[in-house]
């Protein structure tokens, strides 16, 4: 289990204009976890990103699939920075 929750809230819009950001089915909120290695600039940590399977929305999961599915003790072991993305549909 991951102890170190460590997440940042990526506002899309500023980087995904709407109305795109719906057109894709992303919601406008998604995570970025930075596992501790990963949290100085000395170290060189890879991106992953993670996209949740059919009916995993916001509504209907809520925060488990960003905090429950796995992937941060992945992170934590392997030094890779998760990029994890919420979808509408």
């Not at 899309?12 to 204009?17: A, L, M, V």
Request: neutral net charge; glycine residues 6%.
């Amino acid at each position: 289990m991951c102890v170190h929750l460590s997440f940042v809230d990526v506002r899309r819009r500023k980087y995904i204009p709407l109305p795109y950001t719906i057109n894709y089915g992303l919601a406008e909120v998604g995570y970025v976890y930075v596992p501790p290695s990963c949290e100085n600039a000395a170290k060189e940590c890879k991106l992953h990103v993670a996209l949740h399977g059919c009916n995993m929305t916001a509504a209907n999961v809520g925060m488990d699939f960003i905090q429950k599915a796995g992937y941060n003790s992945w992170a934590d072991a392997n030094d890779f920075v998760l990029l994890l993305c919420v979808l509408l549909l």
